[in-house]
């Protein structure tokens, strides 16, 4: 370099001038570092409790002292890209320079609008800002009217709405809520619109200089590659990439002295197996089945009971999840609480593993029967799920066979008779039939019954592309069969778990596919005891057959941990408390204790459902509405 960085050499390091504003370089003095090493801490599968990050930038899980992860990175990410292209700090007020606490945490609720009582329960600093009930103690501070959008003053039309919902994926409440850099690089915004207009990226630049500067009120920055290759250099390297992904490049012999790396068996994310979302009116459907068949009438006194109850027991189900007592949470929970959790998450949840379900339905209706296991799925979500899957089938089968029977039709013979529609005389005897069954440690028995009734009534309303009942009545009943058994699957011997996997009714049955499911429930059985659910994953592939699907659906990130160490609260330190990735614990298992046994079809730590917010209509109750779900998935074959 012309201009070097200063620095100092020690005895074992290179330190360089470290500066603590975000001004200029003087004198082009090297290209700037945004942070030195020595400050980055490990990220997977670890929660951090240290402050980090300046005023004006620091996360609102650092500033409640939340615990904080690789998506606090995310926020300041988003912070500093809106300061290229601003005068002013998104979240500085410009009225008041000083910085205080209080002011920053204004603007952000100003912007993004009132912290989740979740975030706000994990906060050990929270008190100092919220009062008992949630609300910001300095509400005086708060500006009225502050939008996103109106506050970009540099870009204009499409560019500031493309670019507002860019920030926006990086500037949430929620950690969870934020997009990971892998997403981020695909967004619409930089894929050759907005600012980086004409710049397409393809693969990530190995060194990027940036040059910007002030013109007015208007900050543009000019983005260039250096180290850029000649096209004879460009050639040569799509080659080499060409051989690497066909397979002809050679692979070194293994080391048999090294241990495995499990790593090395997981595949990337295969397209067939994307999610898909169901059609519109279907995804209403669900909503409108959970809301009939789990709220009773208004006017009933069951309804106003639950309606007076309904938030106290979501606000006790969330304190049980934060402790991660899943007991007190569930196994202990009476009636009205389990109809409250199944309507506040179970809703949003089964619309997005529908999207899942339908995107394995290749690997899934592959035969004529199917049979699903619903570990942890007592809420109704797998359930509903399933049936909206299937509901979508039968509706393409049906349209198939209508073309079909239209197409060979002779005009000039006898037509469809008796009033009958092509549609209804259709013979569905060749669709795949689905039993599933839900077992949980919990009793959901009633609420899986009323969710069941609410398939099969034509009373919940629905749209005319999708009419009710969910399940349509073609004269064979058992065509989607639901159950529920209440066990506590870590206790199960190897008999009850084979008469679960294979009931006798279908052990018979040649062509039957296997689905076992764990929606948000692996990392739970991990929690209560690491050697019982290792265990339990053995005996599972032990017992189930070859082509049996094991699906694993859970939070992503540093939201599915599980903790090893001592767990003596005098013991309880950093030493003695180490949290590992639920993921690591799952591949250690399949791919390394139970050797050749399993193949990994999928394994994705970070995905996205998103609702359509403004076609669902989901009315329960106050602060109960729909969620978007991001997700990790992982999908394994039995070999």
Known sequence: ???????????????????????????????????????????????????????????????????????????????????????????????TPQYSDERYLARIIAILGPPPPELLAQGKETSQYFDDEGKFKFTELVPDGLRLEDLLANVEGQEKTMFAKFIRRMICWK??????????????????????????????????????FSTGRQRRFNIAESNKMSPQAEQSKRKENTKRVNGKRGKPSPNKSQPKKVAHNVPPPREQFLSSSLPTPLQQLILNIFKSALLPQQSSSEAQSLFASLTEHIQAIKAHLYQRDFVKAFAEADEHALRAYALRWSAGRALGYAAVFRGLKELLFRDGHVHVLCVGGGAGAEIMALAGVWRALWEEEQETSLSERVSGLDLEGAGVSDGQSCKE?????????????????????????????????????????????????????????????KEDVLGLSEDDLTHLLYPPINRETVSTSTLVTLMFTLNELFSTSIPKTVSFLLRLTDILKAGA?????????????????????????????????????????????ATEKWECMLCDESRWFRRDKDALVYDVGEGIGLEDMRYQIHIYRRL
């Open 425 to 485: 005389r259709l013979v569905t005897s060749s669709f795949p039939k689905l039993n599933a069954t839900a077992i949980d440690i919990a009793d959901w028995s009633g609420v899986v019954a009323c969710l069941s009734d609410g398939m099969k009534s034509k009373l919940v309303p629905s749209m005319k592309d999708y009419p009710a009942p969910l399940l349509p009545d073609d004269g064979e009943t058992e065509r989607f069969a639901v159950k529920f058994a």
């Open 1 to 95: 370099m012309e201009s070097p960085l200063p620095q100092k050499t020690l005895e074992d390091r290179i330190i360089y001038l470290s500066r603590n504003d975000f001004g200029f370089n003087p004198n082009n003095m090297g290209a700037p570092v945004i942070t030195d090493f020595g400050l980055a801490v490990p990220g997977e599968g670890r929660i951090h409790n240290h402050c980090i990050q300046p005023d004006g930038y620091r996360a609102p899980e650092v500033l409640l002292g939340a615990g904080w992860g690789y998506s606090a990175d995310i926020w300041n990410l988003g912070l500093l890209l809106w300061d290229l292209l601003e005068d002013h700090g998104l979240f500085f007020d410009p009225q």
């Open 175 to 212: 950690p969870e809520d934020r997009s990971t850099a892998k997403e981020l690089f695909t967004d619409p915004w930089l894929d050759g619109t907005g600012l980086c207009s004409g710049l397409r990226i393809s693969a990530p630049p190995k060194f990027v200089k940036t040059t910007w």
């Open 549 to 593: 699907v094991l699906l694993i659906v859970d939070s992503p990130g540093s939201y599915s941990t599980v903790s090893l160490g001592s767990k003596d609260p005098a013991e309880v330190n950093e030493s003695s408390q180490r949290k590992y990735p639920m993921r690591f614990l799952l591949e250690h298992t399949l791919l390394s204790v």
